[in-house]
């Protein structure tokens, strides 16, 4: 009989007996596809959000204007970048930038996500060409953090969930970050409950530490963006 243990075994048990299935997120710039293995409905880190996938998209358009050497918008530079995703789940949109030409990244969740994530490396491994890893990162750990280089993208998809993250994840971001590093943040309006309330407080942490910039629809992808998902750039103040 398998045995599983304490939080992080409650979900490898769930992973184990779940309904998974493979999402196929399409790259037609690269001519390549993501295959993402998810639930097919679930907490947070093991299902693809729209958040991420507009993210995603849009990392998709900067990347083919920059490309074609299109210079009307300030696009986000994958090439030559480590781009480091926190909260990743399924690590789409750090999987999605190895795809479009990153020359680094690191995915990163809590330990019971890193089977997702390292299946979802493994099973994309051939279409990338730089080195991609999963690792082990709770917010507010500063140790955890300690060896990774400073990132030039950090990228964030629909992680403002509970109000006990919001402080361990902006201290997370300050202290990852240096004076050139992007952070690229996409969340999901939502009107219910506390969340009005969450975005609120998330923005106010931000803005003690951040300079904020949006990214306006016309500078998403045209087919991946929606009124209701917003995406942000940050800088260190």
């Not at 995915?107 to 493994?122: E, R, V």
Request: some cysteine.
């Amino acid at each position: 009989m398998e045995r599983y243990c304490g939080t992080a075994g409650l979900l490898q048990l769930i992973l184990a007996h779940s309904i998974m299935f493979t999402r196929e997120i399409e790259f037609e710039s690269v001519g390549k596809s993501l295959l993402l293995s998810q639930e097919s409905e679930g907490e947070v880190g093991c299902v693809v959000w729209d958040a991420a996938i507009v993210l995603a998209k849009c990392l998709e358009h900067h990347t083919l204007l920059h490309n074609q050497q299109t210079t009307n918008i300030n696009h986000v530079v994958l090439s030559g970048s480590h781009v480091v995703e926190l909260g990743a789940g399924t690590g789409c949109v750090g999987l999605a930038a190895a795809l479009l030409g990153a020359s680094r990244v690191t995915i990163t969740d809590l330990p019971q996500f890193l089977p997702l994530m390292n299946k979802n490396i493994l099973q994309n491994q051939d279409k990338f060409e730089c080195a991609v890893e999963a690792r082990e990162l709770t917010w507010g750990n500063t140790e955890q953090g300690v060896d990774l280089s400073t990132p030039d993208i950090i990228v964030v998809a629909d992680c403002i969930y509970y109000q006990e993250s919001l402080e361990p994840l902006v201290s997370t971001l300050g202290s990852l970050c240096g004076r050139s590093t992007t952070i690229i943040l996409s969340y999901e309006e939502r009107t219910t409950g506390n969340k009005p309330q969450l975005q609120h407080s998330f923005f106010e942490l931000m803005d003690k530490h951040f300079k904020r910039v949006q990214i306006p629809s016309e500078e998403q992808h045209e087919l991946y963006r929606s009124s209701d998902i917003h995406l942000f750039k940050f800088h260190l103040r």
